[in-house]
Each structure stands twice: as C-alpha cells, then as structure tokens.
C-alpha cells in the first residue's frame, strides 16, 4: 500500500500556535537557540508510516515459532554473548545483533559516561522530571497515546507501567551500562523487541486502527519524539528545577540517548546531537498532533493516581502528600492550558514546593561534591527502582 502524504494540519490550531508562541514551547526555543520552521518537514514527515522492520522480522522469526520462555531465552543468549558466523540462526537476527554488536564510530562512551552521571546527579529531580514533565506531557499528544490504549495499558495499572518505564530509564543511565551485552544495552534490545512485539500485535487484532492520521504503531517519528521527552524535555525540566550543568554535560545526555535510539532501531537522521537540533525537530512532529482527548485524561489521572495506589508507602496521608507535591510539580513544569486540557487538579501553594526546591539545588551544589551528589543520587535512585521491583513482583525485561 502507497504511503499517505502528512501534512503539518494543526500548525495553525490554537494547541500548537499557544505551545509554541507563548508556552513550553516558546520556553524550549528560548532555552535552545533553535530557528524553528516547516522547510524541512517533508525530510522527517515520512516516518510516520516507517518503523524497525528488523525488530518486527526478529519477532516473527523467534517469538512467534516458539514459546515465550524459549524465546526469551533464546534471545537473552545472544545479547549476552553475541552471535558469531557459524551460529545457525534467523537473518534478521544475524542483522539485528550485527547491527547493534557493531558500535557506530560516531559512538564516544565517555561522553556517554557524563550524560549518565548528569541523570545519576540530580537524583530525585531525575525522576520528578520523568514522571511529572515527560510522561505527563507527553499524554497531551493524542496519537501518541493510541498505543498504549489499544494495548489496554489502563487495565495494567500505573504502577506496573511506571515500574516498566522507571526500570528502562535507570538501567541504560547508569556507568558503562550501554557497553555491548552491559545491563543498558540488554534493555535498550530487549524494549526494542517488546515494541515489535506489541506493533504486530496492534496491526494483526486491532481493525481500526487509523494508519493515516495515527502513524504506523510506535513508528518512527514517535520513537523520536519519545526520545527527545527522555533528553531536551528531561534536560529543560532539570534547569527549571534549579538544577545546573556543564556542557560537557549537556552534549553527554544527548549523545547518551542519540545511542539508545540507535540501538532501538530508530533511523539515526531522525537522533538528534543537541537541544537545538531536537527543538527544531520536535516542533515539526507536534505539528501532526492533536490535544488532549478523553484518553489522555485517563491516562494522567492514572499517573496522578499511582500514588494513592502504590503500597511502597504505609500510610495513607503519606501517599496523599505525595500525590499533592507530583500535582505541584506537574503544574510547575507544564503550561496551565495543558494541566487543565489534561484535568490535573487545582490545589493550594502549588508552587511552594517546586519553588523550594530550587532554593535547595543551589545550596546541595555548592556544598556537596560532584562525585558525592552521583554517588548518593544513583544510591537512590536504585533505591525506588527496588522499592518499584518489589510491588510488582519481579523486573518488567525478564
């Protein structure tokens, strides 16, 4: 079937021209420099209708000829010890692993390294950016969402799907992790796998799924998009929260996950280098994204509600507190136009606790190491990971 032609259709809605002229939007292009337009949209517009056909013959040729445990196993052998020339398997899976046992030489591991320490640094900010300014925000993109509903994640609840995103995020972050069969690399193959999985999935039960106007399922420019939530909005939300860092720094976390994508399968044209080259492209794929809808809802207020839900902890007044300072946070870092499309909840002071945070950032920096504030944050960090794994039972990747 002939691939249909996208067009920008809600670059003159009020959603996009408010982002991007007085909103977020207008914050990430003072924040990055970036010139943004639509002359190069058709260079990107094309991977809406594209997506890791790798990935999906891997799946067809592994996962869908054996059991489940089989395959699994089967799989998690050659993450961790490669395949060689005389291993009788699949082609797509001599492609696949050829594809990521090979390391691009654009690859540089130590400024890796500083992009992960940049995410093990800023500790608790960390993870308030990921679930309060990432996820969140990224519900506000109606197609976006379309997968997750059609894989009924809703009825999973948002505690699994937190723990599933919070066990990706800290795994590929850490030191050395994204060296090859390292933790990070088996789960940067390992997500790749699950969303083949789940696209064919879609494609084979789901008749009515719009391919004109919702993309192919998790294609490739929502990878990117998604990819870009993990460093330009992540990286904006930090220097928001008071949070500074090199430059050195900076370009570390784009190169950090410009890899992941790689591994993923995401077209390299499509991962950008720096935040200003992602403020360009993003502006061009929010321009095929429509606002809110009545799934978005569902989704934040099943994010929202995670921690009335979540018994890592014991009292009932400390989740409801908790639930109130995410609610603070997420009205901080979003425009008000998306918290009220998306139905967050209006509450008191509910900038005093951000604010405060700030105030915090600027003395823990000037008085705590560099290597002291890693140490500690990538101590808690794995600390709510456990907290996470230990509700849900087991890691979401074995």
Known sequence: MEKPILQPKFKDAP?????WESGNGKQLIEFSGANVSFKDFDQFSHFFYDFDQIGDQVV??????????????????????????????????????????????????????SGAELCMRCNVDSLISLRDYCLIGGYDYAYLNKPLIVTEALKKGAVKRLSETLDFWLNVTRTDSLLTHQKGYEFAIKTRLIHSYAR???????????????????????????????????LYSLNKLGNTYSQHEEKGLFHLWKYVGYLLGIPENLLPDD????????????????????????????????????????????????????????????????CERLEIPKVKNRYLFPKSKIIFNKIYEKTISREA??????????????????????????
């Open 60 to 113: 067809k040729d592994i996962y869908l000829t054996q059991s489940y445990p089989e395959a699994s196993r089967q799989i998690e052998t050659y993450i961790r010890t490669g395949i060689f020339e005389n291993h009788d398997i699949p082609e797509s899976v001599k492609i696949l692993f050829g594809q990521t046992q090979s390391v691009p030489d654009w690859v540089d591991f130590n400024l890796i390294k």
């Open 200 to 234: 064919l999935s879609i494609k084979k039960n789901d008749k009515n799924w719009d391919t004109k106007n919702w993309g192919e399922p998790i294609n490739s420019w929502d990878m990117m998009a998604t990819y870009i939530g993990f460093s330009l909005v992540f």
């Open 373 to 398: 504030r890693i140490k500690r944050g990538n101590k808690d960090q794995l600390k709510v990971l456990e907290d996470y794994l230990n509700t849900t039972k087991q890691s979401n990747f074995h």
């Open 15 to 19: 959603h996009f021209k408010n982002f």
């Open 275 to 338: 935040k200003k080259q992602a403020t360009e492209y993003f502006y061009l794929w929010t321009s095929v994204q429509p606002p809110s809808d009545k799934d978005s809802v569902l989704l934040a207020h099943s994010l929202l509600n995670e921690s009335l839900e979540n018994p890592i902890l014991k009292f009932n007044f400390q989740r409801k507190n908790l639930r109130y300072l995410h609610i603070c946070c997420t009205w901080f870092l979003l425009d008000d136009e998306v």
